[in-house]
């Protein structure tokens, strides 16, 4: 890896590198690599929303903010990166020993927000899941390559196989954050 990037850095570098030039202009949306995170809990979703003025928020925030004080950072290893069925170019990370466990953010977030979703409404069912969105697909694999040849949902797979081989073992820290 190269001194001195963010992983931020190099799977944004990887997926324009790697993956963009498989793909029809258009195809694709890219999440921008300033705002890549790993969401571990939901204090609302459109499943069951939860009202909340800027007086609830604050609350909120504050009980994050005492929830994970007490935990360190989540440390990730990148395991690999898959697209999908729904077209989502997915980041799946491995929790690293030296950091503290999603499952037990998830607990802490949960005991500190009573209002939140229960487990059943919460967005991201898998409770040890660590995952990063890093694009999206926006139109199926079969769409109309830029050079009128249908492009092949097999070009797509290898293409994020490759991301992937490029940038397994990539070390990061999932900062709580409010």
Request: aromatic fraction near 4%; charged fraction near 15%; hydrophobic fraction near 50%.
């Amino acid at each position: 890896m190269a001194a001195g990037r963010s992983a931020a850095q190099l799977l944004a570098q990887a997926v324009e590198e790697v993956l963009m030039p498989v793909l029809a202009p258009g195809a694709i949306w890219k999440q921008d690599p300033g705002l890549y995170h790993a969401t571990l809990f939901h204090a609302s979703s459109h499943l069951k929303p939860v009202p909340a003025g800027s007086k609830e928020v604050l609350q909120e925030y504050a009980a994050i903010r005492a929830a994970t004080s007490q935990l360190c950072p989540v440390a990730g290893v990148l395991e690999r990166v898959v697209v999908t069925s729904t077209g989502v170019v997915v980041a799946c990370w491995q929790a690293a020993s030296a950091g503290t466990e999603p499952m037990a953010l998830r607990k802490a977030l949960a005991a500190a927000l009573p209002n939140a979703p229960p487990p059943d409404a919460q967005m991201v069912k898998d409770t040890t899941m660590l995952h990063t969105t890093l694009a999206r697909l926006l139109q199926p694999p079969a769409a109309v390559h830029g050079r009128d040849q249908p492009l092949d949902a097999g070009l797509v797979r290898r293409a994020v196989e490759a991301v992937s081989d490029r940038l397994c073992g990539l070390t990061t820290s999932f900062r709580c954050v409010a």
